[in-house]
Nanobody, 120 residues
């Protein structure tokens, strides 16, 4: 019903930047929120940042001041600008959206993830 495709991951050195993108497509009636999560090897998936339909944003403490989430109003695309990347940011980054596919039916949908590796 709803597909998410992430892009923009890669290998960077500490202190460098990357921008991730996520495009949602399919039978989308209305998006409630778009969220980035990440999962490092051997660890649980954790919240990174979210933006809701009203453009309100929220961030994990570990990324505040370094990462910026944004969504172009009316487009089913979300970006994650990541600055001052550190080795501890290394993870697979997943895009999630909570979306209505009809007036009353909603669900949580996930992308397959994009790898971000920060290493010198």
């Amino acid at each position: 019903q709803v597909q998410l495709v992430e892009s923009g991951g890669g290998l960077v050195q500490p202190g460098e930047s990357l921008t991730l993108s996520c495009v949602a497509s399919g039978s989308i009636f209305r998006i409630v929120a778009m969220t980035w999560y990440r999962q490092a090897q051997g660890k649980e998936r954790e919240f990174v940042a979210s933006v809701n339909a009203g453009q309100a944003t929220d961030y994990a403490d570990s990324v505040k001041g370094r990462f910026t989430i944004s969504r172009i109003s009316g487009l089913n695309t979300v970006y994650l600008q990541m600055n001052s990347l550190q080795p501890e940011d290394t993870a697979v980054y997943y895009c999630n959206t909570r979306a209505y596919v009809s007036v009353s039916n909603w669900g949580d949908y996930w992308g397959l993830g994009t790898q971000v590796t920060v290493s010198s």
